[in-house]
């Protein structure tokens, strides 16, 4: 792919991700037509060309080039939300509301969350930014909840939501997620629940994700530093959509991430997911990620580790591989980066999956299916590749960054 990216059209594409136009607005539906929102890629690109300056570090990572050079970025948070890139990109999360400030570590009540904590934050109904004043340990009493137009902001401490169960974001929309460490999450439930300020409920057993994604749309999760949950690192079930996870660092885990909640669930056919500039590292066995049914752009990401696989899917998802880097772990039986589940090759042959620039180690090799016609991977296409040559610039930084007033972020 490196034939593809000139040093003209390279700027244009930083420009574009970081210039992004207004979100969507609250009543968005949770699903889109996968061709409406390439169309709508297009066009901001093009409009994008006509745009002058931008700020850059020079990385190649498109996010960070957006934002992390700023040393001011205490001030200037909610510049992030103007940064995301892929289908999750009109995720503003609460960027148009204010900022919060978690000083309280405790989960002692679910229903009636105190003031302070994040329970009570992620709940209330206006648009909120939330940020923590200082280092803290969150471990939940059960799922936390979220409301719609919410940004967890973890830069300028070290917060850990651990040994409990983690995020849930259940039919809602405009989401952020950013510098969190996420492990050791457990299962939940069978509990009262508040999930907004005038509703609490029942909740049954949890999966023990460490981010469940259930019917929600407009989600970014961002340099986020996951491992060891019970279930998924990250999971998107049950028509979700429009998601970017970005910049991610996960580790010790089995089941990485599921996009699609089951072969007969057919409301998945929809969904689009951006998986870019990750790195998937030591401890992982498979799942990265593995998917059904929708449109999938898994670009430019560090695949460092796997056990049996690193790409798998079922019901006919389409998977665009770009840029990428896969090295083979040292068993001659696991060096296939893909695996086509649930179906014969007769059936799976016509999947469209395809490599584009992928950078294949220690015999690492990418099984091909379909046709490739360029009308479905165009729904499946969702920012420019770098080249592989590039990753190790691109996903250096990938986790929880180090975020210190008056410096960059490292």
Same mark, same amino acid.
Request: proline residues 4%; negative net charge.
């Given at each position: 792919? #490196?034939?593809?990216?000139?040093?003209?059209?390279?700027?244009?594409?930083?420009?574009?991700?970081?210039?992004?136009?207004?979100?969507?607005?609250?009543?968005?539906?949770?699903?889109?037509?996968?061709?409406?929102?390439?169309?709508?890629? &297009?066009? %901001?690109?093009?409009?994008? %060309? %006509?745009?002058?300056?931008?700020l850059s570090c020079n990385t190649g990572n498109p996010i960070d080039d957006c934002w992390s050079c700023d040393s001011n970025w205490e001030q200037n948070r909610q510049k992030l939300a103007d940064c995301a890139i892929g289908?999750?990109?009109?995720?503003? +999360?609460? %960027?148009?509301?204010?900022?919060?400030?978690?000083?309280?570590?405790?989960?002692?009540?679910?229903?009636?969350?105190?003031?302070?904590?994040?329970?009570?934050?992620?709940?209330?109904?206006?648009?909120?930014?939330?940020?923590?004043?200082?280092?803290?340990?969150?471990?939940?009493?059960?799922?936390?909840?979220?409301?719609?137009?919410?940004?967890?902001?973890?830069?300028? /401490?070290?917060? &850990?939501?651990?040994?409990?169960?983690?995020?849930?974001?259940?039919?809602?929309?405009?989401?952020?997620?950013?510098?969190?460490?996420? *492990?050791?999450?457990?299962?939940? +439930?069978?509990?009262?629940?508040?999930s907004s300020t005038t509703h609490y409920g029942w909740r049954t057993i949890s999966d023990g994700d460490g981010v469940s994604i259930f019917g929600g749309s407009h989600v970014?999760?961002? *340099?986020?530093?996951?491992?060891?949950?019970?279930?998924?690192?990250?999971? /998107?079930?049950?028509?979700?959509? #429009?998601?970017?996870?970005?910049?991610?660092?996960?580790? *010790? &885990?089995?089941?990485?991430?599921?996009?699609g909640h089951s072969d007969s669930y057919t409301e998945d056919k929809n969904m689009q997911v951006t998986i870019a500039f990750n790195h998937f590292g030591e401890g992982l066995v498979q799942r990265m990620p593995r998917c059904r049914h929708g449109y999938f752009h898994v670009v430019n990401n560090?695949?460092? *580790?796997?056990?049996?696989?690193?790409?798998?899917?079922?019901?006919?998802?389409?998977?665009?591989?770009?840029?990428?880097?896969?090295?083979?772990?040292?068993?001659?039986?696991?060096?296939e980066v893909t695996k086509h589940e649930d179906a014969p090759e007769s059936e799976w042959k016509n999947w469209n999956w395809r490599t584009e620039g992928d950078l294949m180690l220690n015999g690492a090799f990418f099984t091909t299916s379909g046709a490739g016609a360029s009308s479905n991977y165009a729904k499946a296409s969702s920012l420019g590749a770098r080249p592989s040559s590039m990753i190790s610039s691109i996903t250096g930084r990938a986790g929880a960054l180090s975020c210190r007033k008056g410096s960059r972020c490292s």
């Open positions: 792919m #490196a034939s593809a990216f000139s040093s003209v059209t390279f700027p244009f594409l930083l420009l574009f991700f970081c210039t992004l136009l207004p979100s969507l607005i609250a009543s968005s539906p949770a699903v889109q037509d996968p061709e409406l929102v390439v169309q709508e890629v &297009h066009r %901001r690109l093009n409009d994008s %060309r %006509r745009k002058l300056g931008f289908f999750g990109k009109n995720a503003i +999360g609460g %960027r148009d509301g204010k900022i919060y400030v978690v000083t309280d570590s405790s989960d002692d009540d679910v229903v009636n969350p105190k003031p302070g904590t994040l329970r009570y934050a992620v709940i209330q109904e206006e648009p909120l930014w939330i940020i923590f004043a200082r280092d803290m340990v969150i471990k939940l009493k059960e799922e936390l909840i979220m409301n719609s137009f919410k940004t967890i902001d973890g830069r300028g /401490a070290s917060v &850990h939501i651990a040994d409990g169960p983690c995020i849930t974001i259940q039919y809602v929309t405009n989401i952020i997620i950013h510098g969190i460490n996420i *492990h050791d999450c457990k299962q939940g +439930g069978n509990a009262m629940v508040r970014w999760v961002d *340099h986020c530093s996951l491992s060891n949950c019970k279930d998924g690192l990250i999971d /998107a079930i049950h028509g979700s959509t #429009a998601i970017t996870l970005s910049n991610n660092y996960l580790t *010790h &885990h089995d089941k990485v991430m599921l996009m560090d695949y460092t *580790h796997w056990e049996m696989y690193a790409i798998g899917g079922s019901a006919a998802p389409t998977i665009n591989s770009q840029g990428n880097r896969f090295l083979a772990p040292d068993d001659r039986f696991n060096k």
